[in-house]
T-cell receptor, first 116, second 115 residues
Framework: AQSVTQLDSQVPVFEEAPVELRCNYS??????LFWYVQYPNQGLQLLLK??????LVKGINGFEAEFNKSQTSFHLRKPSVHISDTAEYFC??????????????FGKGTKLSVKP | DAGVIQSPRHEVTEMGQEVTLRCKPI?????LFWYRQTMMRGLELLIY????????DSGMPEDRFSAKMPNASFSTLKIQPSEPRDSAVYFC?????????????FGPGTRLTVL
């Protein structure tokens, strides 16, 4: 069975500072990895994804994430955050094959709060 | 495309009442997912359909919950009777498989409050 752990439930940061949101996963099979963002009172929006190839993936709004297979991590980073990045961020995994292929298993989320 | 459409956006009801949540997926998508989001449990997959057929309903909490997809453009999630612990935000998502990967597109959610 797969699982996703987001180590920080809340991350406060000042505007223009760098930020890293941590995500670790466990799975007995190979996985695809995703980060979704949820702005207040909205649905989830895909931020970026890792399917294969380069372990450093770039997404929308200046975010990037690095897949580390040995550490089973997929941490999200942004070098300089804006007030508008205030949202909840979800890490998710999906098996690359098998009956549940395509299903997303989500972490509990990390609330990023950017302060002026 | 208008994206995934959910209705109502907010629902307040009393314990014991029947609640029906509705979802219109993106046209052309062949997978539809229902999720529930709570503070305690986070995002949980309740059930998903492929080509209108339920594939995995193992996440449905109990018999009070049922979901249907009568055609490719409409799905419902029904709770009967509702209980206060069902209060949550319910999301619908749809996807179209390209190769081995599905990107899920989420609706805005329905915030359900059961008093």
């Amino acid at each position: 069975a797969q699982s996703v752990t987001q180590l920080d439930s809340q991350v406060p940061v000042f505007e223009e500072a760098p930020v890293e949101l941590r995500c670790n996963y466990s799975s007995s099979v190979s996985v695809y990895l995703f980060w979704y963002v949820q702005y207040p009172n909205q649905g989830l929006q895909l931020l970026l994804k890792y399917l294969s190839g380069s372990t450093l993936v770039k997404g929308i709004n200046g975010f990037e994430a690095e897949f580390n297979k040995s550490q089973t991590s997929f941490h999200l980073r942004k070098p300089s955050v804006h007030i508008s990045d205030t949202a909840e961020y979800f890490c998710a995994v999906s098996e690359t094959y098998g009956g549940s292929q395509g299903n997303l298993i989500f972490g509990k989320g990390t609330k990023l709060s950017v302060k002026p | 495309d208008a994206g995934v459409i959910q209705s109502p956006r907010h629902e307040v009801t009393e314990m014991g009442q029947e609640v029906t949540l509705r979802c219109k997926p993106i046209s052309g998508h062949d997978y539809l997912f229902w999720y529930r989001q709570t503070m305690m449990r986070g995002l949980e997959l309740l059930i998903y359909f492929n080509n209108n057929v339920p594939i995995d309903d193992s996440g449905m909490p109990e018999d009070r919950f049922s979901a249907k997809m009568p055609n490719a453009s409409f799905s419902t999630l029904k709770i009967q009777p509702s209980e206060p612990r069902d209060s949550a935000v319910y999301f619908c998502a749809s996807s179209f498989r390209t190769g081995t990967y599905n990107e899920q597109f989420f609706g805005p959610g329905t915030r359900l409050t059961v008093l």
